[in-house]
C-alpha cells in the first residue's frame, strides 16, 4: 500500500471517528442543564450496581455513585434533611421507567446543609449523585429493612428539566 493510501485511510478514519465523539460544548451544555458541577461527573463510579450497594453498602463506603428514583418521603431532622428513594432505572437523559415493580429497593439520600423537603415532594423523579456513607436498620411495615445512606453532592429532579427543555424549544 503506498504512503499516499495509508495517509488517506488515517484521515478518513480519524475524521470518522470525531464524528461520533460528543463534543466538550455537548458535554457542559448536558452538565449545565443538570445542573451538576463542573468535575463531579468525573467523580461518579459508573460501576456500582444499585443491586451490589443495597446487598453490601459497607463495601461502597466513600465512593460517589449516581442513583435514580422516586421520592417516597422527605423530611428535616435535626442534623440534615432526609429523603427516602424508592430506586427506579434510570439514563443520563432521565428515568428510564416509572413502573416501581421495576425497583431494587429503596435508600436514603441525606444532605446536612438544609433542603426544604417541600421541594421534594412524593413521587418527584430524582437521580442523586451522593457519596456512600454506610447504611442504617430501620422498622419498614412489619419487618426491618436496610437503607444505603448517600450523603449528596447533587441532586437532579427531573420534573424541573422536563419543564426546562419545553421552555428551550
Request: aromatic share 6%; charged share 25%; glycine share 8%.
Amino acid at each position: 500500500m503506498s504512503r499516499m493510501t495509508m495517509l488517506a485511510f488515517l484521515i478518513g478514519g480519524a475524521v470518522m471517528l470525531s464524528a461520533c465523539a460528543e463534543s466538550i460544548h455537548q458535554v457542559q451544555r448536558d452538565t449545565e442543564l443538570l445542573g451538576i458541577p463542573f468535575g463531579l461527573e468525573q467523580e461518579i463510579d459508573a460501576t456500582v450496581r444499585f443491586a451490589d450497594l443495597k446487598d453490601s453498602p459497607s463495601q461502597y463506603i466513600g465512593r460517589t455513585v449516581m442513583i435514580g428514583g422516586t421520592v417516597i418521603r422527605a423530611k428535616r431532622t435535626e442534623a440534615e434533611t432526609e429523603v427516602e428513594v424508592l430506586q427506579l432505572p434510570t439514563e443520563k437523559d432521565g428515568p428510564l421507567s416509572d413502573d416501581r415493580l421495576r425497583s431494587e429497593g429503596r435508600f436514603l439520600a441525606v444532605r446536612g446543609a438544609f433542603l426544604d423537603p417541600a421541594s421534594l415532594p412524593q413521587g418527584t423523579p430524582i437521580t442523586v449523585v451522593g457519596t456512600v456513607k454506610g447504611e442504617i436498620t430501620r422498622a419498614l411495615d412489619e419487618s426491618d429493612y436496610t437503607y444505603p445512606i448517600l450523603e449528596v453532592k447533587h441532586i437532579i429532579d427531573w420534573n424541573s428539566i422536563a419543564a426546562k427543555r419545553r421552555r428551550d424549544r
